[in-house]
T-cell receptor, first 114, second 113 residues
Framework: NAGVTQTPKFQVLKTGQSMTLQCAQDMNHNSMYWYRQDPGMGLRLIYY???????DKGEVPNGYNVSRLNKREFSLRLESAAPSQTSVYFCASSDRSGFYSTIYFGEGSWLTVV | QKEVEQDPGPLSVPEGAIVSLNCTYS??????FMWYRQYSRKGPELLMY????GNKEDGRFTAQVDKSSKYISLFIRDSQPSDSATYLCAMRSEGAAGNKLTFGGGTRVLVKP
């Protein structure tokens, strides 16, 4: 039962460097999300993809780009990392159908920008 | 002001006590209410799910929703050290694009043996 898998788990970047966080889900879910979690701020939505082929901005999209590569995979790219992007990043997925449709999370990626 | 407010804690209780957690929210369109549990250095996992107002019980856990007061609660009976975690409330409106959730900041709970 892999669920939502994200890589890498830990990464240290220098200011200005770029990197991509990878995410894949094996639950055949239509919707996928990227959240960041900061102390005292809770989980904030960066971008989401309601279905394959679509992406939309969430609450805090600045400095990020995303790609919904196919139904399984949704990547998050930092083009020019800044210290303010030091955070824990969670990928998640959801099946839009069903009354009790909700969101399932990956294990998280700890990113430090120095 | 945040749409969903949650006391960050930490909330420390002795083993066997009742843990009481709550969230307040401002968006009257929220209809679906969830509680997630997050252990240290792990992703959140769904604990309870309720729709609209009312109570829901699942083992030692009871979730309550009072839409008139825009207030939701989670009670944990007979708390165990394994319940030590951060508890996040989350909610969404009917037909929210992509089933987007709005989260509270989380309450850290520590159950002492």
């Amino acid at each position: 039962n892999a669920g939502v898998t994200q890589t890498p788990k830990f990464q240290v970047l220098k200011t200005g460097q770029s990197m991509t966080l990878q995410c894949a889900q094996d639950m055949n879910h239509n919707s996928m999300y990227w959240y960041r979690q900061d102390p005292g701020m809770g989980l904030r939505l960066i971008y989401y993809s309601a279905s394959e082929g679509t992406t939309d901005k969430g609450e805090v999209p600045n400095g990020y780009n995303v790609s919904r590569l196919n139904k399984r995979e949704f990547s998050l790219r930092l083009e020019s990392a800044a210290p303010s992007q030091t955070s824990v990043y969670f990928c998640a997925s959801s099946d839009r159908s069903g009354f009790y449709s909700t969101i399932y999370f990956g294990e998280g990626s700890w990113l430090t920008v120095v | 002001q945040k749409e969903v407010e949650q006391d960050p804690g930490p909330l420390s209780v002795p083993e066997g006590a009742i843990v009481s957690l709550n969230c307040t929210y401002s968006n009257s369109a929220f209809q679906y209410f969830m509680w997630y549990r997050q252990y240290s250095r792990k992703g959140p996992e769904l604990l309870m799910y309720t729709y609209s107002s009312g109570n829901k019980e699942d083992g030692r856990f009871t979730a309550q929703v009072d839409k008139s007061s825009k207030y939701i609660s989670l009670f944990i009976r007979d708390s165990q050290p394994s319940d030590s975690a951060t508890y996040l409330c989350a909610m969404r409106s009917e037909g929210a694009a992509g089933n987007k959730l709005t989260f509270g900041g989380g309450t850290r709970v520590l159950v002492k043996p």
